[in-house]
């Protein structure tokens, strides 16, 4: 039975079609209507067949009657670049892996949303340098089912460590990748490796080809419901469907559960022409949201949607809820979150909730959302009705993105000076060329930003007191921004994603290059990098991390590598190469700062050699296995976060650029708190960015009988090992750019 909504078409007819393009037309059938929704019921024979809507409706963009030929909004399956909609019956067996019923079963488990640590990665820069992986597999859903390739084996290691979900970038059938591999174009990637780091000539070649080849972030949707077709190995027919659950079950077989990256925000296209415009030709002007002159909103980046529509809302639920129950997905990330309104988030959430092992094959209350909850353009400060932005979902369970740990971490901002540093990268200790101001003014902004990272450190919870740098006793949302904005606003710890990189902006290891002194080392450029994703790792909430963070992931200082090919974001699973100096990155976005990118990149001390890949790659690794070694640093309420975690180190006489933070816990049978961890009385954590020793007696440690972590002690950093605390006086000894974790043991 299909069904269409169009309660202003004038006539809807389904064209029947045997081959995925071109041939003749098999049949044109004309849907009848009843009270705006057009249906029809067609036989059985029609399974594995095509078909296209033909809907004639009056277009306001063009002030005529059009008959548009247009996919189905709720197409299950694809022709490739979805020419045409594919009947398919999900439930048919030949489409579900082996288990594929009784996956739900034996997911990797966890506790509570605050257990999940996040690795996010796009699905072409997974396999499509391994040479590990069968030619014709690269850059698909089915690299991912291969358990010997390099990437799999790398994904194995971080689970066993301790990571627990995978988020891909978008999967969904997006614009800008054409699904039929023989029509992309390449670049000679032998020619390209010989030229100079430091060259522009990569990046003109990139260029040349870069809306032809195989490449793009998938930003640009066309159809929510149907897997993209360029990352399987035949774009026509049910392929995808399969090997996009293969792929889920594999990754869950490994001890991952799997993050789809959905884009609701917006259309690729819209009007009555353009071949991916798919609800503008069924509904013209219903879907997207509209200014005042009556002009499409393209805040977002173009054809914004208008999910304070209902049938927009209902569109975006039913859509998630089919990747959860038909692909058994375990979380989605929202793009520009704050652009849907409140009520779709709240309403998804509880949709979600609902799914059950025994009914959909799903336990629906694991599956976490969480996105971007920026506030701007037209929906800003509840301009179109209660957006989903980080001030309005507190209370709602649903994470949002900590841009204040990441600004104060690193320093500026994705929009300000490159230069401009934070709390690792030097800001007052060992500055930049770049002008910070005076001294004082200098040393001040480093004290009331380290406050940022108070206050993500807890969870970026509203509510969470503690002592600030001025020895005042504030709340979370008493803290705030240059602007004004609370930086506080979440009312539970699974609302936050701490982070200090993702797949937009510079990596972490090329912001690092940028806005390090010049005198800095490699050597120390890489503690930093250690540094900045332990201050991720070791919060309370959820840490997020992009791929390629534990192995010094670089794009030649790309800024938006979202169309910069194979070349800029490539993954180097035998830790070989972290992609550094591969050429200057594309001019476009970033030829503004060429003079001292060409500076950084043509310096071969530079130059990260595999000792320090594998250096990161370890340091990442102990991260997550002691984020795991104790519940500690995974609580789950407000109430437990302010009963338990305490910052040192703190008020007018602070030492700047460390850290200290303890975390206590109860013993079992004794009044006070409760006990979590069996192994583990108390944690202390001391992140000292300083590029010299940190030595501090904190008094409110004094007597504890604390020893250095044994998986610090373990591990091949000699400089972690030198840490030192005398209980005697409670003195701290930690050195430079390290993160040192202290337990006190039962």
Not at 14 to 34: A, C, F, N, R, T
Not at 470 to 491: F, I, N, R
Not at 698 to 707: C, F, G, N, R, V
Request: aromatic share 10%; charged share 20%; glycine share 8%.
């Amino acid at each position: 039975m299909l069904h269409l909504w169009a309660p202003t078409a004038q006539s809807v007819c389904v064209l029947v079609y045997l081959s995925p393009s071109g041939g003749s037309l098999l049949e044109s059938v004309q849907m009848k209507e009843d009270n705006g929704v057009w249906s029809v019921c067609g036989p059985k024979s029609w399974e594995g067949k095509y078909y296209l809507y033909e809907v004639t409706v009056f277009h306001a963009s063009t002030q005529h009657v059009e008959t548009c030929l247009v996919n189905d909004p709720y197409s299950r399956g694809l022709s490739a670049n979805g020419e045409r909609s594919l009947f398919v019956d999900l439930d048919n067996g030949s489409l579900k892996p082996e288990g594929w019923d009784s996956l739900a079963g034996e997911k990797p488990q966890f506790e509570a949303f605050t257990d999940i640590t996040i690795y996010e990665l796009h699905i072409r820069d997974f396999s499509v340098g391994d040479k590990s992986v069968d030619p014709n597999l690269r850059g698909t859903y089915l690299a991912f089912t291969l358990p010997d390739s390099a990437g799999v084996c790398h994904l194995k290691k971080l689970a066993e460590s301790g990571l627990t979900h995978l988020h891909l970038l978008p999967s969904f059938h997006f614009a800008a990748v054409d699904d039929n591999k023989e029509n992309w174009k390449f670049i000679d990637d032998e020619r390209l490796a010989s030229l100079a780091p430091d060259s522009e000539e990569q990046q003109a070649q990139i260029v040349t080809i870069q809306d032809e080849d195989s490449y793009n972030w998938g930003y640009n949707p066309v159809l929510w419901g149907v897997p993209k077709g360029s990352y399987s190995t035949n774009p026509n027919g049910s392929s995808r469907i399969l090997e996009f659950r293969e792929m889920v079950r594999a990754l869950n077989s490994i001890g991952l559960r799997v993050i789809m990256d959905v884009v609701y925000n917006h259309l690729h296209a819209s009007g009555p022409n353009d071949k991916d415009s798919i609800l503008d030709k069924v509904v013209p002007g219903y879907y997207l949201r509209r200014n005042t002159d009556g002009l499409v909103e393209n805040s977002t980046c173009v054809n914004n949607t208008a999910s304070e529509h209902y049938m927009v809302n209902r569109l975006i639920i039913d859509d998630l809820l089919l990747w959860a129950t038909e692909y058994k997905v375990d979380g989605f990330r929202f793009d520009l979150m704050g652009h849907l309104m409140k009520n779709t988030m709240i309403s998804a959430r509880n949709a979600l909730d609902r799914l059950s092992r025994e009914k959909n094959g799903v336990d629906g209350a694991k599956v976490y959302m969480y996105g971007e909850g920026w506030d701007f353009g037209e929906v800003a400060h509840n301009g179109r009705g209660i957006n989903a932005s980080q001030l309005n979902l507190t209370g709602t369970g649903i994470g949002s993105f900590n841009d204040h740990i990441r600004d104060s971490v690193l320093g500026g901002s994705p929009f300000g000076p490159p230069l401009q540093q934070g709390f690792v990268t030097g800001l007052s200790l060992q500055p930049n060329e770049h002008n910070h101001g005076n001294k004082d003014d200098v040393t001040k902004y480093l004290a009331s930003t380290t406050d940022w990272i108070h206050v993500g450190l807890s969870g970026n919870l509203r509510e969470f007191v503690f002592t600030n740098h001025e020895g005042l006793e504030v709340k979370g949302s008493e803290v705030q921004t240059h602007d004004g904005v609370p930086v506080g606003y979440a009312g539970s710890p699974k609302e936050t994603i701490n982070y200090v990189s993702a797949h937009d902006n510079e990596t972490l290891f090329d912001i690092i290059m940028l806005k390090a002194a010049k005198e800095v080392p490699l050597e120390e450029r890489c503690r930093i990098n250690h540094l900045a994703t332990s201050i991720v790792a070791l919060s309370q909430g959820i840490p997020f991390f992009h791929a390629g963070d534990d192995m010094l992931r670089s794009k030649s200082l790309d800024r938006d590598s979202y169309n910069s090919g194979d070349w800029f974001n490539r993954l180097d699973f035998t830790y070989e190469s972290n992609n550094w100096g591969v050429g200057l990155p594309p001019k476009e976005k970033n030829g503004n700062n060429w003079p001292l990118m060409k500076r950084l990149l043509g310096n071969p001390s530079l130059r990260a050699g595999k000792h320090h890949i594998l250096s990161a790659h370890e340091n990442f690794q102990n991260l997550l296995r002691i984020r795991r070694s104790s519940p500690l640093f995974r609580l789950g309420t407000a109430n437990a976060i302010q009963a338990r975690v305490c910052f040192h180190n703190t008020g007018p006489s602070w030492i700047p650029g460390a850290i200290v933070m303890s975390i206590k816990d109860g013993d079992k049978g004794m009044p006070g708190l409760a006990q979590l961890d069996p192994l583990y009385r108390s944690v202390v954590v001391i992140f000292n960015a300083r590029p010299s020793e940190f030595v501090a007696p904190i008094s409110a440690l004094k007597s504890l009988p604390l020893t250095l972590h044994s998986i610090q002690e373990a591990s091949s950093d000699a400089r972690v090992k030198t840490s030192f605390y005398d209980a005697s006086t409670g003195t701290f000894k930690i050195p430079p750019r390290t993160t040192s974790v202290f337990v006190e043991a039962r």
